[in-house]
């Protein structure tokens, strides 16, 4: 059985964005403005209920108030989707950066998996799983190494999707189909980062920019749909433009 449902539950942000250059000043000014810098957080609903990554912000203040703060806000979030963290059966971790790990602990009913190649770093208990393996009925992992060189995108298959639109003559539907969607954590940092054929470098267990390019290439000729490591979902236009072209 396909994914019946995917969301976005908490559009993650960055302190850089591809056309930036780093600089210090630039990110307190969007700290201050309240960009985060968390990462997106995604449901998928098969025959098991999974969340990809938790959208841990400002990753920088370890203060007690802060990480409370940032519990509260994915709680909030996932309330307003109708969901509670103990509905989880599978957290998914695409690496381990806090900004995506870091409210893991809400999660304490749900099973942790993550790439193979990661779990030892891990100082919690998790469940590695291999390039290719299924994890759900419609969801399998992909290994993209570049970012890092454990980190692992989810590809996913859905059900007929449609979408039931509320008008004052008591709505309409519009019927979307069957999709291929990638959850590429930062194997696609943002909408921005894939226009520009960027990849995010900035950390210090950067791996490789060669891997990083051919898991971009990977994740663009799968996906008729991406969702970043932060920002929105978006239309695989490369795909689209790519296959007229053909």
Not at 117 to 139: F, L, M, P, Q
């Amino acid at each position: 059985m396909p994914v019946k449902t995917i969301k976005v539950i908490k559009q993650g942000s960055l302190p850089i964005d591809g056309f930036e250059e780093p600089d210090p000043r630039l990110m307190a000014f969007k700290n201050l403005a309240g960009v985060g810098g968390g990462s997106t957080v995604t449901y998928i609903e098969s025959d098991v209920k999974i969340i990809v990554d938790t959208g841990f912000d400002f990753d920088t203040h370890m203060t007690d108030e802060n990480v409370k703060q940032n519990k509260k806000n994915l709680t909030n979030a996932l309330k307003s989707f109708g969901l509670k963290p103990s509905d989880i059966d599978i957290l998914f971790i695409t690496h381990w950066h806090l900004d995506h790990f870091g409210n893991y602990k809400l999660f304490r009913k749900s099973k942790i998996l993550t790439y193979e190649s990661a779990v030892d770093k891990c100082r919690i208990k998790v469940t590695g799983v291999k390039d290719g393996e299924s994890i759900a009925d419609g969801v399998r992992v992909m290994h993209t190494p570049g970012h890092t060189s454990d980190h692992a995108s989810l590809l996913v298959e859905t059900d007929r999707l449609r979408y039931s639109i509320p008008t004052s003559a008591g709505g309409r539907i519009v019927g979307i189909g069957e999709l291929k969607i990638a959850v590429a954590g930062d194997a696609i940092l943002s909408p921005i980062f894939y226009a520009m054929n960027k990849t995010w470098t900035n950390n210090r267990d950067f791996y490789s920019n060669e891997a990083a390019g051919e898991s971009r290439n990977k994740l663009t000729e799968y996906a008729d749909y991406i969702i970043p490591g932060h920002g929105n979902v978006f239309r695989n236009v490369i795909k689209d433009r790519d296959s007229q072209d053909t």
